[in-house]
């Protein structure tokens, strides 16, 4: 089993900055792609950007330039940097891992979430 321990978020006004993280900790022999989505009310989950072991990085559109993902290989952990935020950012953020528990067993796990609200 893998675990996934998000936190970071909360309330900040817009223009403001918040840093989520995600620890993840369990069986892991090792971790592909890490991530993280969002979902606001009445809204699709939409993926907002993933990383992958190698670094490689991917975001969407409405988050280019003010969002930067990141992730701590030694420590199972991803962060995602959030500057100038919006009100349209406001949503429920998932932490999103995949990889493997052994050679050939495969595993993908979401976060519980946690509340990014962006508002004056």
């Known amino acids: 089993q893998v675990q996934l321990v998000e936190s970071g978020g909360g309330w900040v006004q817009p223009g403001g900055s918040l840093r989520l993280s995600c620890a993840a900790s369990g069986t892991i022999f090792s971790i592909d792609s890490m991530g993280w989505y969002r979902q606001a009310p009445g809204k699709e989950r939409e993926l907002v950007t993933a990383?992958?072991?190698?670094?490689?990085?991917n975001y969407a559109d409405s988050v280019k330039g003010r969002f930067t993902i990141s992730r701590d290989n030694t420590k199972n952990t991803v962060y995602l940097q959030m500057n100038t935020l919006k009100p349209e950012d406001t949503a429920v953020y998932y932490c999103?891992?995949?990889?493997?528990?052994?050679?050939?067993?495969?595993?993908?796990?979401r976060g519980q979430g946690t509340q990014v609200t962006v508002s004056s």
């Open positions: 999103n891992v995949e990889g493997y528990y052994s050679t050939f067993n495969r595993f993908r796990v």
């Open positions: 990383i992958t072991s190698g670094g490689s990085t």
